[in-house]
DNA sequence: CATCAGGCGAGAC
DNA sequence: GTCTCGCCTGAT
């Protein structure tokens, strides 16, 4: 077990952002009083990332991580993006601008994760025209069906994410079982486009944010939409702006004069990430 | 019953 | 290049 004290972060915000579908919230326990009135509230959560399963309970500033520190150091500091000072992101917002102001300030325990590429493109093609809720049920449908099943220490069972060449070879029956609908035939020939190496996963790495967007687009079912979410999520590339829906709801409303990115230059994505926080889960 | 949910591909022009 | 349209499916 490993605990730390973080600033600007939140499992909660981190979850119902939707950028990892993979993170679960477990249970909501109410503990005995810390203090004469307040009650802490603990809340344990699920992840399962790169090959592992892990579990994390969050009080307040207090964050527990269920694995050693070897694992801590080698995996989960870096997935969680805890060498970057999100407090020196939300001070270059332009303090006359008072929407962006209350949206980072809503979801300031927000971050950018620093998760699989391969997972992210078939997460984020699964998650077109559809809701957070449904696109945990497909993944997780894909999962266990085409997934290697693993157990942890104490003998839970758990469901890696498939490998392209498990998708590439399940047919468009058994795809469509899965409550993909009509992302089923783009699953299956994104996947065969990923195993016969038309688009290498991994050279992306080492491009622009530009190059690797246009090597993503190469991929069926793959627009200029989910090639950003796969560079902010997936690649860690902070400059991507996706824009869906509410995010473009929000530059109508709140800046038709258009949104100041240079300004924000390299810090785009996680600014975009407060935005559509405040508009999914915000009060009006 | 219609509409919507973190779009995209195909075809028309 | 830009525009329109149809699309699986489950929730409301």
């Not at 605990?3 to 972060?9: D, G």
């Not at 060498?83 to 917002?93: F, Q």
Request: hydrophobic residues 35%.
């Amino acid at each position: 077990m490993v605990t730390i004290t973080k600033e600007h972060f939140s499992i909660k915000q981190i979850c119902e952002s939707g950028q990892c579908f993979r993170l679960v919230k477990l249970e909501e326990t109410e503990e005995v009083k810390t203090t004469e009135r307040m009650q802490e509230k603990k809340e344990k959560y699920s992840l399962t990332a790169f090959g592992r399963y892990l579990e994390i309970e969050q009080s307040q500033n207090e964050i527990s991580f269920d694995c050693t520190p070897e694992e801590f150091e080698q995996i989960w500091k870096d997935y969680f993006d805890l060498d970057e000072d999100y407090g020196r992101i939300m001070g270059l917002i332009d303090e006359a601008d008072d929407y962006l102001l209350r949206a980072a300030s809503y979801g300031s325990g927000i971050r950018i994760l620093r998760q699989d590429v391969w997972e992210m493109v078939i997460s984020f093609i699964i998650s077109q025209q559809n809701n957070i809720r449904r696109i945990r049920k497909c993944i997780d449908l894909l999962c266990s069906r085409y997934g290697e099943e693993k157990q942890t220490g104490d003998g839970k069972k758990y469901y890696d994410f498939p490998r392209p060449e498990a998708l590439a070879n399940a047919s468009l029956e058994d795809l469509y079982a899965c409550g993909l609908g009509y992302r089923s035939r783009y699953i299956h020939d994104t996947a065969v486009s990923v195993l016969k190496g038309e688009v290498s996963l991994e050279a992306l790495n080492e491009m622009k944010h530009d190059e690797a967007k246009a090597e993503l687009l190469k991929l069926c079912g793959v627009g200029v939409k989910v090639a950003e979410c796969v560079c902010l999520f997936g690649l860690h590339k902070t400059e991507s702006f996706p824009i869906d829906t509410h995010i473009d709801k929000v530059l109508q409303q709140r800046y038709p004069e258009g949104f100041p990115f240079e300004k924000y230059k390299g810090y785009e994505g996680t600014l975009q990430q407060y935005i559509f926080y405040y508009d999914l889960m915000g009060e009006k």
